[in-house]
């Protein structure tokens, strides 16, 4: 993964030009690109090179080096009525492209846990504390501060989730520029698109077949009726490589189906005001979205909250990550 | 002219025969094999059988059916609705019941968020089927049932994998024969003053299951 930390001093770098313009005792200075040559400069040519310079510092934030297999998502407002967010805002953020596969996993982790095996394929049969370890691992390995604290001595007195019998205490370091679990509501902006949403109600279309691997297209054959667990177990139905769909808007793949995606968030009860949850209930546990290959159709659907216990682990439950600048 | 009448009234007939065929086509008993769920006589079915031992289903005409099985690992089979429904008194007879082995005869459904399998038992094989946990005993229907929950931990599920709970009211004794009815209302709110609550409801059939058994049955289900 690219550095994306801006390098002050380098003198290719706008940014780092107009931040030396800002920090200068003496603001009439030489400018590297030879826009400014003497001291004595009109208010008028001040104030064309202020705009000049803000309009750099503005499409330099776009133009940043974002990391690989990542977008950088634009913060806004939820656009999209279908979304449980609708109305709220979020800021800026990058989330990865595609759910981590084996091969990523396999890398950091040294095992790979998934049923399915397939370096392409994402990787499954993960819990929550899983992914958050594995989110640290690599931020360590990257040179990255990782995001997380995780306190495996301390049950977490937040967790009232009956089934869980690991109840790590797991806290962030805001500002962090490591890896992490997407929180729901930006995996949600994610998926709707963000400021480029159209509204769809899978990810990236409304016609689920385009963008996602569900129970009825990941058999052999493809399944007609009614949901039913043996039929599907029988039609030997799994995950999929990713990408192997169409992208939504933002170009993020198999944000409906394949592997259900894990998210920072308690269930609970969605706050009013678009908080996240901060404590489980006894028979929930942490969030997941957009639904995988052994779902029905609903699951998804972008805008539904599924909930797993944060132990648990699935053939059908996977994960995406997100970054800090 | 006489000719042209005479073809008109052939075609008539031909494409009438045809109608009437696609009408009663889904009424004409058939025996299935292989799992499947669909709807036939104006009612939902499912069946589900597992690879151990031959199980079949015959769909009779409205909401008759009929299974047999032998050395079965775990078969189900029933007719029903889709949706269910908490309110629905469901009305069925059962003219044929016997089971060398496990097996389960009575309503069946499921419902999501809650994700929550229930069972309402009226008749079994060889032995009389519990739960994890007693919640006690109610009353509905001329019976007495009891209340069991049990829970299944990371199975699959309509929303993927997921723990979550089975509901069970078993009669204290198994029912008889002749016309009967389950006033599902009477277990959703004794389930519920347990604080088993339901979510949205999926399907609801009445349920012939046969788990390491031989038998057969013969049953008939309708809304009250």
């Known amino acids: 993964v690219a550095e994306v930390t801006p390098r002050c001093g380098n003198s290719s770098n706008p940014v780092s030009s107009f931040l030396i313009i800002l920090s200068s005792a003496r603001p009439a200075v030489c400018i590297t690109a030879g826009l400014v040559s003497s001291r004595s400069r009109s208010s008028m040519t001040r104030l064309t090179l202020f705009i000049y310079a803000a309009t750099i510092v503005a499409a330099n934030a776009w133009s940043q080096e974002v990391p690989d297999n990542f977008v950088k998502v634009q913060g806004g407002s939820f656009n999209s009525t279908k979304s449980n967010y609708a109305g709220k805002t979020i800021s800026d953020f990058y989330i990865g492209k595609y759910e981590i596969t084996q091969t990523e996993w396999t890398e950091v982790m040294g095992n790979n846990p998934s049923k399915f095996k397939g370096d392409s394929l ?197 994960f995406r990550v997100c970054r800090g600048k | 002219m006489r000719h042209f009448y005479r073809v008109k009234f052939r075609m008539a007939l031909m494409l009438a025969s045809a109608l009437l065929i696609g009408v009663t086509q889904n009424s004409i008993a058939q025996t299935i094999t292989t799992s499947q769920q669909g709807s036939h006589g104006g009612y939902f079915y499912s069946f589900w059988r597992n690879s151990t031992g031959s199980a079949s289903m015959t ?84 019976g007495t049932y009891t209340i069991y929950r049990t829970q299944r931990v990371n199975a699959p599920s309509i929303q993927g994998t997921k723990t979550f709970y089975q509901y069970f009211s078993t009669r204290t004794s198994q029912n008889g024969s002749g016309n009967k009815v389950i006033t599902f209302a009477n277990h959703v709110n004794a389930w519920a003053s347990k604080g088993l609550t339901l979510g949205s409801h999926d399907y609801q059939i009445l349920l012939s299951e046969g788990y390491n058994s031989s038998g057969g049955s013969n049953a008939t289900v309708w809304q009250q």
């Open chain 2, 59 to 142: 769909l009779g005409s409205g909401g008759n059916y009929s299974c047999s099985w032998s050395n079965v690992g775990n078969f189900t089979a029933g007719k029903g609705w889709k949706p269910g429904s908490s309110s629905r008194r469901v009305g069925y007879n059962c003219g044929h019941w016997s089971c060398n082995g496990g097996g389960v005869f009575g309503l069946y459904g499921w419902t999501t968020n809650p994700l929550i399998e229930y069972y309402v038992n009226e008749k079994w094989g060889s032995s009389r089927p519990t739960g994890q946990n007693n919640y006690g005993n109610m009353t509905s229907d001329g």
């Open chain 1, 122 to 318: 994402p990787v499954d049969t993960v819990s929550w504390y899983d992914c958050v370890e594995y989110c640290n691992r690599r931020s360590i390995k990257e040179g990255l501060k990782p995001y997380y604290d995780i306190d495996k001595n301390r049950n977490d007195p937040n967790n009232q989730t009956a089934v869980d019998d690991i109840r790590w205490t797991v806290t962030i370091n805001a500002g962090a520029n490591g890896y992490r679990l997407p929180t729901e509501a930006e995996w949600e902006y994610a998926a709707f698109g963000a400021r480029l949403s159209k509204g769809y109600t899978y990810s990236g279309s409304d016609d689920i077949e385009q963008v996602a691997w569900y129970w009825q297209n990941s058999g052999e054959e493809r399944l007609i009726g009614y949901w039913h667990w043996p039929t599907i177990e029988n039609n030997r139905n799994q995950t999929k490589p990713i990408g192997r769909k169409e992208p939504n808007e933002l170009g993020l793949y198999d944000m409906s189906g394949n592997v259900r995606e894990w998210c920072w968030d308690w269930y609970g009860e969605l706050e009013s005001h678009g908080v996240a949850p901060t404590a489980s209930t006894a028979e929930s546990g942490r969030v997941w979205k957009g639904g995988g290959w052994l779902g029905a159709e609903f699951c998804c659907e972008s805008s539904f909250r599924g909930s797993y216990e944060a132990n648990g682990r699935g053939p059908d439950q996977g």
